[in-house]
């Protein structure tokens, strides 16, 4: 049997390369594994050689300490691999398969799933609708940073990419498939924007960066980030964006000198439920992005949250942010008429569209989030540097087929 490592969440503040079982075609108790998983069968799954997995900021929320996440869980649901066995009912995916890994995990089934809302499957995940790998409170699915990864639903979940030759060229972009640029993509399409809108995104961190792609590729006229971060802030004028520096106040003015009003047609939130207040060396303030969203998008528009909000944060800065309780001015969105979507992006809606796209030189996501591989065992590294603000999207390269 070969040997299989993996990154997993130790404490706040700490991961570690472990090593790990390797997969089999049913669900083991372990660290997160809802009970009633435990023993589940997994004919239909295929077991991946990892690729590229990537550190995602949801992952950075557990790694923090800001969620329920026990110790020992394997992280990891931005997964690209190659099939190297498949269950007894798998019919169509091959061995030899080079393939994108939705972060959510869904069944195919269910009425969600028949309704293109994979975000919320119903039938893997026993205490919620929705699931995904290596992810606290979604099943115990275990996570992908790791040599292999076994993937259930594998006919319905997996996106074969069709000449695997090209596709290893395009590599890097191709590992966005798996949830930052759907998710980018989902916040920009919620929103509303098309051609000729004004879009505000809030965050410049890979998910806002994803998300002013898209908004560029759905034919925004200007496509404006608000970020912190100065580093960040300077990626997202790499490709075009005008930025916002929120340590010098709120957005209102500074849109205010970019369009003439102190308003947009879109407003996504690309940060969750760790905001900031705005101004020099603002402390946390978990509704300040919603509500300012709703203050500078226009009266009628629409409000795209791919940013992650919880229902239990230890770190919350009250007893109500504990619970996933902000306190939104709701009232400014009803006045305005504001829509508002929030949760899982639901990555089948979107990512054979993008796949395309890449594959035919239409965008460079890998570029514009500044991707960058390194190996498994500099994980810990990698995490601590995007924990500090880096300006990089690390793609972990378990298995050494990204140069």
């Known amino acids: 049997m070969e040997g299989n490592k993996a990154v997993a969440y130790k404490g706040p503040g700490k991961v570690e390369v472990i090593d790990i079982d390797y997969p089999t075609f049913e669900l083991k ?3 997160g594994v809802n009970p009633a998983n435990v023993g589940r069968q997994v004919p239909h799954g295929a077991i991946l050689k990892t690729v590229a997995t990537n550190i995602c900021g949801s992952d950075q929320h557990m790694v923090r300490g800001r969620t329920t996440a026990p110790p020992d869980l394997v992280l990891g649901h931005e997964i690209t691999g190659e099939v190297v066995e498949v269950g007894p009912g798998v019919e169509f995916i091959k061995v030899g398969d080079l393939c994108s890994v939705p972060f959510n995990i869904s069944c195919g089934r269910c009425r969600n799933c028949k309704e293109r809302k994979t975000g919320i499957c119903l039938n893997v995940n026993p205490d919620r609708p929705g699931s995904a790998y290596g992810y ?3 099943g115990g699915w275990v996570g992908g940073q790791a ?3 076994l993937v259930p639903y594998a006919d319905w979940n997996l996106l074969k990419f069709p000449d695997k030759d090209k596709a290893m060229e395009k590599i890097l972009d191709l590992a966005m498939l798996s949830d930052i640029f759907p998710t980018g993509y989902h916040g920009a399409v919620s929103a509303g924007v098309g051609v000729g809108s004004t879009v505000y995104v809030a965050g410049a961190g890979p998910v806002g960066l994803a998300a002013a792609t898209s908004a560029h590729l759905l034919g925004a006229a200007v496509v404006i980030v608000g970020d912190m971060n100065s580093d960040r802030l300077a990626q997202a004028r790499s490709f075009g964006c005008e ?4 340590t010098k106040g709120g957005p209102a003015e500074q849109i205010e000198q970019i369009l003439g009003v102190p308003e947009v047609d879109c407003g996504v939130d690309a940060v969750g439920f760790e905001a900031k207040g705005h101004g020099q060396g603002a402390q946390e303030a978990p509704a300040t992005v919603l509500n300012s969203l709703m203050d500078i998008t226009a009266a009628g ?5 791919p940013g992650l909000y919880v229902t239990g944060d230890p770190g919350g800065i009250d007893e109500s942010a504990k619970k996933g309780s902000l306190s939104l001015s709701l009232g400014t969105g009803w006045a305005k008429s504001l829509s508002f979507v929030t949760g899982q992006c639901p990555v ?6 993008l796949m395309m796209a890449i594959l035919n030189d239409r965008v460079s996501i890998a570029k514009n989030v500044n991707a ?3 190996p498994l065992d500099e994980a810990p590294k990698g995490y601590a540097e995007f924990d500090a603000g880096a300006a990089t999207k690390y ?4 298995n050494g087929y990204l140069s």
Not at 243 to 246: E, N, P, R
Not at 301 to 305: E, F, Q
Request: charged letters at 20%; a neutral charge.
């Open 147 to 149: 040599n292999y990864v």
């Open 136 to 138: 606290v409170d979604m």
């Open 395 to 398: 793609v972990l390269n378990p």
């Open 29 to 31: 108790d372990g660290p």
């Open 301 to 305: 528009g629409a409000l795209g949250i």
């Open 243 to 246: 930025t916002v520096d929120l």
């Open 348 to 353: 089948m809606k979107y990512n054979r569209q």
């Open 372 to 374: 960058k591989p390194i």
